[in-house]
């Protein structure tokens, strides 16, 4: 995975997540979620688009999200409903998790040494053991 962030970095310049989607055409709309989605990754045909929750407009926690709904898109998961579905999850969340860790270090030139640093963009408290 990490080589995998790495690589989309050197592509883009960049490890911000709205350029990066920015780059690979990939829309964002931000809806009308209500308190339950703050995101979700749609494909129609040729089009992808990150719908983000209105909730989370101008927020640092905006940039996991993005990030994660990225993960799918890069790791080409399908929308499912099963097994696969929690594993997929997972694996966003940790490519959101490699990805924000390299932003913040792109930011503040310099590695993020403690899950706080990473929480204010949105990661979630369960992957902070994989910083």
């Known amino acids: 995975m990490n080589r995998m962030v790495h ?4 592509e883009n310049n960049t490890y911000n997540p709205f350029i ?4 690979k055409d990939i829309e964002i709309k931000y809806i009308d979620f209500g308190i339950e989605n703050y995101g ?14 209105q909730l989370i407009k101008g ?3 905006s940039f996991f999200i993005v990030a994660h709904e ?5 790791l080409k998961h399908k929308n499912q409903v099963s097994d696969a579905r929690v594993r997929d999850e997972f694996e966003a969340n940790f490519f959101a998790t ?7 270090r792109e930011q503040h030139n310099k590695k993020a040494t ?4 990473l929480l204010e963009y949105g990661m ?8």
Do not use: W
């Open 70 to 74: 990225l993960g799918h898109y890069v």
């Open 20 to 23: 990066i989607a920015k780059n």
């Open 124 to 131: 979630p408290m369960e992957m902070a053991m994989f910083i």
């Open 98 to 104: 490699e990805l924000c860790f390299e932003f913040y």
């Open 59 to 61: 927020m640092k926690k």
């Open 7 to 10: 690589t989309i970095g050197n």
């Open 114 to 117: 403690q899950p706080r640093q």
């Open 40 to 53: 979700q990754l749609i494909r129609i045909e040729d089009s992808n688009i990150i719908l983000l929750s």
